[in-house]
Each structure stands twice: as structure tokens, then as C-alpha cells.
């Protein structure tokens, strides 16, 4: 039979399946704006409308009427909405009920009798990033209408329809031509010009006869199995805001619970913690819901993370606790454990991650865009992944042709199982399927898809319902000898979201280190008697939503990022708080004094500069130690104090004495002018525009810049114009750079006891750029403070360093460790990590000397042989046209050593950095003093990461990781009284006794281990 008549019998079948209509009428309208979940600003009152009525874009649109259900045929009801342009939810009686979208137009009817029908759409959702939506287009709502379905046509068309699909793509010719020819004999079996009853009559007659026929045609029994879950992606926020996700949850899930009630079979898995938190918190009724369906086993929480992250620009520490609260969360509310880390739709995976998944009790992890590749196809989808330390965690990345929102049609089952690599090791690959975001997603007609393909048509794969958990358990069960990915999972495309939206990354980095620093103080005060308040929860779990993989990485609307530099500011005000009442704990008071308490909460004694405010008085100072040394003090061009050299003890404080200066500094090295910085370590030289011309070490008299070179040179290039120009920089961006204007001034703006600063001012059309070189007397290192009016688009800002170096492999600091890239172009690999993430540092080192760019804030980075470049900021105009307009704020260090980086210490110096000491001011009559509350010693490769309460509220928790790629036995000192010391996971799972004696205990650490304790006193 022609196929274009198979085609229209089956569209002229899916007509004749409604077999009555009850128009539904008297509708009444209103509209408003949403503010929030709950919070709407009305437009007007209720109004009569006749239909069809259309509605502006942007605009919240609720829509009423009373239905009057018949009783008969109830199982065959259902309420059928006709609309463009909108999605929403029904109420019924007040209560939600199900979503409503362009896939979920038909509702099952709940019950018989008089009900009232409350629908809530949100009118053209695109109008947020379309322009062109925004002025022109408008939502639609055209009609409504009970329809009784014939399920007799209906399983006719379902069967017959999928079946033709197949045989359309099936390789197999013959068993192709017996299904056509079965398939043929049941079209001509059914006349569909006959009445009802006949045509229920031919319809059921050809059905069986057409199940009977394919029963014959036997399966490919090497065909494999898809194991298939229903699944909705919903970003928690992109080309909407947090409170539009809000109400697509409540869409989405309740949609999900109604097919719970229809297919007994149907099982639903979902991520993000913080979207069943939403839930929880704004639809009551819809979460008891859930958990009755989690209880059962056909709801699956999985993810184990708060939100799906972006894994390149979170520190080690915030990725564990999105697994450790995301694992609370559903502890808590669900009593359930998700072994499995879920990240369809993140932007590359660091080397570490294994690790940390495995160190918090995870088994699996599954991601989908690897396929996303712009070259070099990933070779694997079911496979081992081994992290840094060697940990290793079963993964699958599904080649599905729509990704992970699967649909069930033939050919994405046909296109999965064939392109799936791993045939031969293990028969089974996993198919999540549903409509994503708004989309709603699973559709009664992928159910009824989903039963057909479980009977194993002839030429396509066998399916399966599972959880995702359970797709990972059966390749578990059965072993196969798989591949190892050694490394990182690096994404060949989206490298613009190193560096898209600065001021967000930075902000988040800033609120790492203060939440860190402000945890580690309140447990020290805790332990020592202090009243202080512990719980940061709220503040972590509001930085780990804004860690969400397209929020964080710039590539949302514009509504998105004032709301969340507005929750990033209250997160550092939060834990300023804390660090404030700590440190009043104690012994710090406000008020002028010229006494100070300078805290460290790194594990290793500093003796790095830092600032504090400034104190009355005129002339030279210097700053008295509790052990009586004596440190030089400078007045900064800001007026606040530079102190420098000074020793501060390994996780503690000591105190100092701000006096008048006893002795003028020894400064006969130190040289500072527009042209010349000079100390006894270093020499820089500079031309008349500013530009660095020469670094050269005087302790190991080396060469830093390569011959000819400029250090330092802030570099324009052209960045696009692309559609995704948020998400993506391309290669050929680098090839097309813009000059600078021509005017360009130099001054000296410090010259003191400590250090040099000279300014460098230039600009570009309506752009300023102002760049602070600071040089210490005591130090090789040379940071660059920069501050941008950034007023131009589809432009990349970076700063150079040509190094005399011979290398090819660049060391970059990922989340608890260190990784190498090469630094030439041989493969294909190669070529693509044109840009790479990198988190405080890379290095480029020989043997006995290198080099390393530490950064305050930005994470995208270029190596080309011996240039290290570091990305600042991009212009982009999609999906946001304003991202990074304004001004900026940002710092980076360079640092030449010898040795290589783990011997020059340069893990330490990148915490450093980033990592303000707290200072606070004494009573003028308190008495000096010092102290280290903790402190490790022997294997110096050794970090603490985090000090905090532990979760149960019985102890605190100290977590360590080897962060130089060595080995070593680490002895443990704490100040306080412990009782007793475990060792666990790093999400307080377990309790492995550690032999304690005095408050000391030792442990041996392997390279980017991470070590986790929990100390009861």
C-alpha cells in the first residue's frame, strides 16, 4: 500500500477516535502580572468572554468555567483545550490538577458531575527573548470541549501507526516487506466511511488479525533493549526567572501524577532538589502527591544534587555541598538515597569530578552533552570514568538524537540502539523521555508508543520501564569488561561561559571564600565555648540555585542576573555577619584602636600582605607582632593600611600593635617609576606606554617574558556575532584583533614601605581601562589590578604573558587538585581546547623553573606553546543583549619559581590570593596574644578545604585533600579537647574509628585524595 495512503487513513483514523463533543461555554477572564509564586498585580476583575480571546504577551491570563461531566463513559473523557502561544494548569475545584501545553492539550476527566475549571497560562513565554514576540505576538485561547474517545479506533490507529513508523526504518528488508504486507491487510480491513458501530466492528476484527500477523514475524533477538524512563529537563532558570520555574514545576509534576493514575507502568525521575524545595514550599497538596509516588517506587528522586550545576566554575567544596544538602533534601522529605549524579546538560566535567562524586557516596553519573562535540566525537557511552585521585564511577552518555528529551518515535529508537557503542560489551542503553521545561513532559501518546515497542517489533530494539538507578544496576549485575575515560570529559563547544556575565562569577567566587572563612571562625569559637550561630544552610543553599548550569555561566535572559547579583549580595552580607559576631566572640570590638587580631583560616602559616583599615596618626608605621617582630606598614592610595611580611599562624590569629615607626625601612633595592620596578628578587621594566618589557628573576637569573614580548598586555579580539554567542567562543575569534586608542597615561599612585603601584590608564572607543602593576619589596610577585568600563559588544578582553619557557604541558588547578593540558595543537583534542576552564591558577614550568597566573575571578584561559592568557571579559548580545555592559572589577598575580609548581607551592599562593585574612580590632588595653585552634604537619601536599558544623549537630567536620599529586603521612593538631575522631564521607556518611592521642592523629594521603573527619568533643 502508497504510503501517502497509510498517512491519511491515519490522520483521518486520529479524527475519527473523538466520537462525541460537549462544547464547554460561559467563560469568564481576568489577567494580571505575576510578581511571585502567589503574588499577582490584577488588571481587572472577572469578565464574560467570548471565545476565541486573545491576550498580550508577558501577561498572566486566568480563565474559568463551570463543566457538567456525564456519567457514562467516564474512562473515555477528557477535557480537550484549544490554544496557541501559552502554557498554564488547570484547577479543578480549586485544586491543581494537571499541566496544560502545545504537548498536553488533552486532560483526563477526573470525575462525573458539576465541576469548576480554573485555568492559569502565562501568555507568549517567549516574549522574554524574542523581540520580535514581545511586540508582535500574542497568546490565544480558541475553544474548549469534553470529547469521548473510541478506544476501539483509537488502539487501531496506535498500533497500526507505530508499526508503519518502524517499518519505514528498519534495516531489515525482510522483515520490513511482512510487516508492510500485515500492515497493508489491516488498512484494508477497515472502511472508514462505515457508522460507528460497523467501523468499531472492522476496527477491532483487523486489529486482532494485525496483532496476530506481527506475532508471526519473529524479533532480532541480538536487537538490544532501551530502557526507558519518563523524564522532563527543567532548567531552573535560562530564558525565564526562578519564579516562571517555579510555576513550571507545579505544570510539569502534576501532569506526572496524572499519568501515574492512567499507566500503571509509568515511572517519572527528576532532578534538583530545589525544584521538589519549590514544590514543597508552594504546592502542599501536589508534593504529598509525589512522595506517595516516590514511596511507591515509580517516582524517582534523582541527581542527588540542590540544582544541576555548571562544573567548571564551582569550587570543590560548593559541589559537594550540592550533593550533600540535594542528598539531605531528599533524605528528609522523601527517605530516599540517590546514588547517581545526573548531568545531562552541563558544560564539561573537570578531571576531579570522580572523585568528589565517589568520595560522597555516589555510584553512577550520566551526562548527555558530550555528544555535543564540535569535532572529535566521544568515543564511549557506557564506560568507567577515572578521576585524579584514581577513584572511578560507572557513566553512560546516551547518543540519543534528541538528546536526554527523548521521544518515542521509531526513528530516535531505531537511531538510538544503532548508534550506541557499546553493543558489543552491554545490550542495554538508557532512554529518558518527556518534553523538557515548559514542554510538560511525558505525552499520553509516548505511553501509548511505549506499550507497543515493549512487545519488540520486528528490526527495532526491545524496551524496557526503569528507573535510571535501575538501568545503572543491571549493567552492574552483569559486569561487562567496559572502557576507562582517564581524565576530564572536556565539552568541544560553550567555552564563552568560562567568562560570559564576570560580575556573577566573581561574586560567586567571593561568596565561596566567605561562607568558607565564616564557617571555619564560628566553629572555632563554638569549640571554644562562644555563643555563635553555625547554621550558614540558607546561605549556601542560595549560592548553590545561583550555581546553576545557565545562570552561572551567563547564558540566561536579562532578568535573571539582577535577582541573582541581589542573592549573591545577600549570601556575602550573611556570612560578613557571621565573621563579624564571630570575631567580637573573640575579643574584637568596633571602634578606632590601633590594636589588631588578624585572623588565617588556611591550614599553612602566611606571611603574604594584608590590609586593614587605617588607624589616626601621620608618618611612617609599623605593625608589632604578639611575638614581638616587627613589620613594615604602608598607607594605601585608598587610605587603608598594608602590612607586610608578617607571620600568621596556621589556622588561628595573633595579634599586632599599629605604632609609630621606630626605623625607616631599608628601601635601597626597591625602586619604584614609571619605568622601572625594582626589588632584591625582581626586575621589571617598562616602556613610556605602559607596557612591560622585561621580567627578569634576580635570585635564579632567568629571563620571565620571552624575547620581545610584552607581559601583561591587555589584548582586544573580535568575539562573534553568533546566535549562541553567550555560550560559545570560536578559534577564530583570536584572529582578528583590535588596537587599543592611541592615548595612553602612566603614573606612580603608591611608593612605600611594602610596595610600588604604578597605573596604566587606556581606552577603547567608549571603554576604560585602568591597570594597576603592583610590586612587593619582599616578593616575586607582580599583580595586575584592573578596573573596566566595559561599553562594547561582541568583544573579548584578555591579558598576555609570552614566557621565556619550554614546555608542553600546561598545569591548571582544577576543584581538589591539578590537571595538564598541552600547550601545542598535534590532535584533533588538542585543537579544541582552544580554551580551557581553570579554577585560581596555570602554570607553565621546566624542571628546575616556572611560571604561574594565579586569578581572582576568571576562569577561561588560552595556553599556545609558551603564552599563557587569561580570559577577562566578552560582549555578548544572546541570550541577554546587556551581559557584562559596565564596570568591573578583577585581579591577577604572576608569579615566577623555581622548581616546578608543587615544589614552588604554588597551591598555597593561588589560596592566598583569593583568600582575604580577617581583621579585627582589640581593646587598646588587651594584651597581645596568638593562637593556632588547628595545624598540620609532615607531608607538606596537604590542604584543609573546610572546617564546619556537622550535620547532625554533634561535632564539626575538618575535610583535607592532597592537592600536589603526592603522597605522605599528615599529622593532625587541634587546640581543643576531642573526644573522639571519625573518619566518614564527605556528606557525613559512616564511621570509621581514628586512633586520637592528646588531640593529635596521623593518616596517610594519596595524590588529590580527599579526606574527610568529623571531631565529636
Not at 462525541?20 to 467563560?27: F, G, N, S
Not at 483545550?81 to 496544560?100: S, T, W
Not at 555560550?727 to 583590535?738: A, C, D, G, P
Amino acid at each position: 500500500m502508497d504510503d501517502r495512503i497509510i498517512a491519511k487513513k491515519l490522520e483521518l483514523l486520529q479524527g475519527l477516535e473523538v466520537e462525541a463533543t460537549l462544547q464547554l461555554e460561559h467563560w469568564s477572564c481576568r489577567t494580571a502580572n505575576y510578581n511571585a509564586p502567589g503574588d499577582y498585580t490584577w488588571d481587572d476583575d472577572w469578565n464574560s468572554t467570548d471565545l476565541p480571546v486573545m491576550f498580550p504577551p508577558r501577561k498572566t491570563v486566568f480563565l474559568k468555567t463551570v463543566a457538567e461531566v456525564p456519567a457514562e463513559n467516564l474512562k473515555d473523557l477528557y477535557f480537550v483545550f484549544d490554544f496557541r502561544g501559552m502554557e498554564g494548569a488547570l484547577r479543578i475545584d480549586g485544586k491543581l490538577y494537571c499541566g496544560i501545553d502545545i504537548n498536553h492539550m488533552r486532560i483526563p476527566v477526573p470525575r462525573a458531575g458539576k465541576m469548576e475549571l480554573l485555568l492559569e497560562f502565562n501568555s507568549v513565554p517567549n516574549a522574554l527573548f524574542e523581540p520580535e514576540q514581545d511586540r508582535y505576538g500574542h497568546g490565544e485561547f480558541r475553544s474548549a470541549a469534553i470529547h469521548r474517545i473510541d478506544r476501539i479506533v483509537e488502539a487501531f490507529r496506535h498500533d497500526t501507526g507505530f508499526v508503519h513508523e518502524c517499518a519505514c526504518v528498519i534495516d531489515d528488508e525482510r522483515r520490513k516487506k511482512r510487516m508492510l504486507a500485515a500492515l497493508e491487510k489491516a488498512m484494508l480491513g477497515v472502511n472508514l466511511t462505515l457508522p460507528r458501530a460497523e467501523l468499531d466492528k472492522e476496527a477491532a476484527a483487523s486489529l486482532e488479525k494485525f496483532r496476530a500477523d506481527m506475532k508471526e514475524i519473529a524479533p532480532d533477538p541480538e536487537s538490544g533493549t532501551l530502557c526507558a524512563i519518563g523524564h522532563t529537563h527543567i532548567d531552573t532558570a535560562w530564558l525565564w526567572p526562578l519564579k516562571e520555574t517555579v510555576r513550571k514545576c507545579s505544570r510539569t509534576f502534576s501532569t506526572a501524577c496524572r499519568y501515574m493514575e492512567i499507566f500503571p507502568d509509568y515511572h517519572f525521575s527528576c532532578s534538583q532538589a530545589q525544584l521538589y524545595d519549590y514544590t514543597r514550599e508552594h504546592y502542599p497538596e501536589l508534593f504529598a502527591e509525589i512522595k506517595k509516588h516516590v514511596k511507591n517506587g515509580r517516582w524517582e528522586n534523582t541527581g542527588a544534587m540542590w540544582v544541576e550545576p555548571d562544573c567548571n566554575v564551582p569550587n570543590g567544596e560548593s559541589l559537594i555541598r550540592q550533593i550533600l544538602y540535594g542528598l539531605k533534601f531528599y533524605r528528609e522529605e522523601f527517605g530516599s538515597r540517590p546514588e547517581l549524579c545526573w548531568l545531562p546538560d552541563v558544560f564539561g566535567y573537570p578531571a576531579s569530578l570522580p572523585e568528589i562524586l565517589v568520595s560522597c557516596g555516589l555510584r553512577y553519573f550520566s551526562t548527555n552533552k558530550l555528544h555535543w562535540q564540535a569535532k572529535e566525537p566521544f568515543p564511549d557511552h557506557l564506560f568507567v570514568w577515572r578521576g585524579l585521585d584514581g577513584s572511578e564511577i560507572l557513566s553512560h552518555i546516551a547518543k540519543l538524537p534528541n538528546f536526554y528529551n527523548g521521544f518515542i518515535t521509531a526513528e530516535q529508537l531505531h537511531t538510538a540502539w544503532k548508534d550506541y557503542e557499546q553493543k558489543d560489551l552491554h545490550d542495554e542503553l538508557l532512554y529518558p523521555f518527556g518534553y523538557g521545561d515548559g514542554g510538560g513532559g511525558v505525552t499520553e501518546e509516548m505511553m501509548e508508543r511505549i506499550k507497543r515497542a515493549k512487545t519488540h517489533i520486528p528490526g527495532m530494539p526491545n524496551m524496557r520501564i526503569d528507573t535510571v538507578e535501575g538501568f545503572f544496576h543491571n549493567v552492574e549485575r552483569k559486569a561487562p569488561e567496559l572502557p576507562v575515560w582517564d581524565g576530564e570529559l572536556y565539552l568541544q563547544t560553550h567555552r564563552g561561559t568560562y567568562t560570559t556575565h564576570a560580575e556573577i562569577k566573581k561574586a560567586n567566587r567571593i561568596s565561596e571564600t566567605m561562607l568558607r572563612e565564616a564557617e571555619i571562625l564560628a566553629v572555632f569559637a563554638a569549640w571554644e565555648g562562644k555563643k555563635v550561630e553555625l547554621n550558614l544552610e540558607k546561605a549556601w543553599k542560595t549560592m548553590l540555585l545561583n550555581q546553576f548550569h545557565d545562570i552561572l555561566p551567563g547564558s540566561s535572559i536579562t532578568e535573571i542576573y539582577p535577582r541573582s547579583l541581589a542573592d549573591y549580595n545577600e549570601v556575602k552580607d550573611t556570612a560578613q555577619q557571621s565573621i563579624r559576631n564571630t570575631v567580637a566572640e573573640l575579643g574584637c570590638t568596633a571602634g578606632e584602636s590601633a590594636k589588631l587580631r588578624v585572623f588565617n583560616t588556611l591550614s599553612w602559616e602566611r606571611r603574604d600582605p594584608f590590609i586593614a583599615e587605617a588607624v589616626a596618626g601621620d608618618g611612617a608605621l609599623e605593625a608589632i607582632a604578639a611575638d614581638g617582630t616587627v613589620s613594615p606598614v604602608q598607607r594605601t592610595a585608598d587610605g587603608k593600611l598594608l602590612i607586610s611580611g608578617a607571620a600568621i599562624p596556621a589556622m588561628g590569629y595573633i595579634d599586632f600593635t599599629i605604632q609609630k615607626a621606630q626605623k625607616s625601612v631599608d628601601n635601597a633595592e626597591f625602586k619604584v617609576c614609571e619605568t622601572l620596578l625594582e626589588n632584591a628578587l625582581l626586575r621589571v621594566e617598562l616602556n613610556e606606554r605602559g607596557d612591560i618589557t622585561r621580567i627578569y628573576d634576580k635570585e635564579l637569573r632567568r629571563e620571565v617574558l620571552a624575547p620581545n614580548a610584552v607581559g601583561g598586555e591587555l589584548q582586544l579580539f573580535q568575539d562573534g556575532p553568533e546566535d549562541e554567542d553567550a555560550w560559545n567562543l570560536q578559534s577564530s575569534s583570536f584572529k582578528r584583533r583590535y588596537p587599543f586608542d592611541s592615548e595612553v597615561h602612566v603614573s606612580v599612585v603608591e611608593s612605600g614601605a611594602c610596595r610600588g603601584v604604578i597605573r596604566v590608564v587606556r581606552t577603547y572607543r567608549a571603554s576604560r581601562f585602568e591597570q594597576d602593576i603592583i610590586f612587593y619589596r619582599n616578593s616575586k610577585r607582580l599583580d595586575f589590578a584592573m578596573r573596566v568600563d566595559w561599553q562594547v559588544r561582541n568583544t573579548l578582553l584578555k591579558i598576555a604573558f609570552p614566557l621565556e619557557i619550554r614546555t608542553t604541558r600546561a598545569t591548571c588547578e582544577v576543584q581538589f587538585g591539578a590537571f595538564e593540558r598541552a600547550t601545542h595543537r598535534n590532535t584533533l583534542l588538542d585543537q579544541q581546547k582552544f580554551e580551557i576552564p581553570i579554577q585560581r591558577w596555570a602554570d607553565l614550568s621546566e624542571s628546575n623553573y616556572g611560571i604561574t597566573l594565579i586569578n581572582d575571578s576568571r576562569f577561561g584561559c588560552d595556553v599556545l606553546e609558551n603564552t599563557l592568557r587569561l580570559s577577562l571579559l566578552r560582549g555578548t548580545i544572546h541570550p541577554d543583549p546587556v551581559a557584562d555592559y559596565g564596570y568591573h572589577e578583577m585581579s591577577c598575580s604572576l608569579v615566577p619559581h623555581g622548581g616546578d609548581w608543587a615544589a614552588a607551592e604554588i597551591v598555597r599562593r593561588g589560596w592566598e590570593f583569593n583568600t582575604p585574612m580577617t581583621v579585627g580590632k582589640l581593646p587598646a588595653d588587651a594584651v597581645s596574644e596568638s593562637a593556632s585552634f588547628l595545624s598540620l604537619s609532615g607531608y607538606d601536599g596537604a590542604v584543609v578545604q573546610t572546617v564546619k558544623p556537622a550535620e547532625d549537630g554533634n561535632g564539626f567536620i575538618v575535610r583535607i585533600y592532597e592537592a600536589n599529586g603526592g603522597r605522605g603521612n599528615v599529622k593532625l593538631h587541634c587546640a581543643f579537647p576531642v573526644h573522639e575522631v571519625v573518619e566518614c564521607n564527605s556528606v557525613e556518611e559512616g564511621a570509621t574509628p581514628v586512633l586520637l592521642k592528646e588531640n593529635i592523629f596521623d593518616f596517610n594521603i594519596t595524590p588529590y585524595q580527599i579526606k574527610t573527619f568529623k571531631f565529636v568533643k
